[in-house]
């Protein structure tokens, strides 16, 4: 059997905190504790949860933006987390990032064209400026953007265009895995839609494989093929998609779920959160001891749908 495309052992970053008089090293923030999962190539997985879970710093130990704590993060069989900067040259290719706020993460400088032209050319992908040129275009029509945009630049166009930008510069690396970071959570329900369908059909085409982060069950219910539940630090529930969402084990995911909004008018959800969370705080390995001292706790209800007024962080 070969390997999976990515895997990841008992992932933690733990981020010191600083106070008091010359800013010493006062606690620890346990932002990853423990997680374990794999993805294998053309898979989709969802890593759910609430804000200040830990998804980012997950997504963010994998493309290699700091180094982990403790752990394993391995790509196509090789150890990523402890390469050295010669050695991630080749994996920052083959792994790429979508990230929230595309107008932070887009040079608002550059032309759309040089903004797609930069991967191929820094990672050596085209032989000749001719050979840039076509693949630039051709990108444009992947991420169905109209080539006469390419001499524009990101603030002339709208959040979901300025997100198929991104996705085509992550494209152009030409990468076997793309992290999405809250890709699509900043846009209009209507735009959602389309970025996501956008990205399941490049997943066809190319054979990419996702780890779509979201703090919104809502948003991976019809395009993830697998599902794994964050709360704090760890990964309390993974299982394939129909089983998360028809028969969820853990109370946390059973709370996340109950703060999907339902299409139905009157058929409201009722919300578990508050009881769920004391529950799910019980039931961490120290019953919860610590981690309102050690760690800051997540910020903001159980998603931006969570029922406000039923769930206070649980204490
Ligand atoms: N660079 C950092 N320094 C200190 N704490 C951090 C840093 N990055 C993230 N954290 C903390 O780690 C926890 C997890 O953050 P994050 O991974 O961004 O959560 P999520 O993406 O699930 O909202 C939060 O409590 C956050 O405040
Ligand atoms: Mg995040």
């Not at 169905?144 to 709208?158: K, T, V």
């Not at 510069?169 to 959570?185: K, T």
């Not at 990419?208 to 539940?229: C, K, N, P, W, Y």
């Not at 969820?248 to 009881?275: D, F, M, N, Q, W």
Request: net charge positive; with cysteine.
């Amino acid at each position: 059997m070969s390997a999976p495309l990515l895997l990841v052992n008992d992932l933690k970053k733990h981020f010191p905190v600083r106070g008091g008089l010359f800013s010493r090293k006062s606690s620890w923030v346990y932002a990853v504790d423990g997680v374990s999962f794999e993805v294998e190539r053309g898979e989709t997985l969802s890593l759910v949860g609430e804000s200040g879970c830990g998804k980012s710093t997950v997504g963010r130990a994998i493309l290699r933006l700091f180094d982990i704590t403790a752990g394993q993060v391995v790509l196509d069989g090789q150890r990523i987390d402890d390469l050295s900067p010669e050695g991630l040259r080749g994996m920052r290719r083959r792994v790429q990032v979508v990230f929230q706020d595309p107008f932070s993460s887009l040079n608002p400088r550059m032309r759309v064209r040089d903004i797609l032209a930069e991967p191929i050319r820094n990672f050596g992908l085209a032989k000749s400026s001719a050979e840039v040129e076509t693949r630039v275009a051709a990108l444009m029509d992947t991420v169905r953007l109209p080539r006469d945009a390419l001499n524009r630049r990101p603030h002339e166009f709208s959040g979901g265009q300025r997100q198929r930008i991104c996705i085509a510069r992550a494209l152009a690396a030409e990468p076997e895995l793309i992290v999405c970071d809250e890709a699509v959570s900043a846009l209009d329900v209507s735009v959602k839609a389309q970025i996501v369908n956008l990205l399941q059909d490049l997943q066809q085409e190319f054979g990419l494989a996702l780890l779509f982060i979201s703090h919104d069950l809502a948003i991976v219910e019809h395009m993830t093929h697998r599902v794994a539940v964050m709360y704090l630090g760890k990964i309390v529930e993974m299982a394939p998609r129909q089983q998360i969402f028809t028969a969820p084990k853990h109370p946390y995911t059973k709370a996340l779920l109950s703060a999907v909004p339902v299409p139905e008018p009157g058929a409201a959800r009722h919300p578990i959160i508050s009881h769920t969370l004391s529950i799910c705080v019980r039931s961490l390995p120290n019953g919860g001891a610590g981690t309102s001292v050690d760690r800051k706790r997540p910020v903001g209800g159980v998603s931006s749908q969570s029922a406000a007024g039923t769930a206070g962080p649980a204490r």
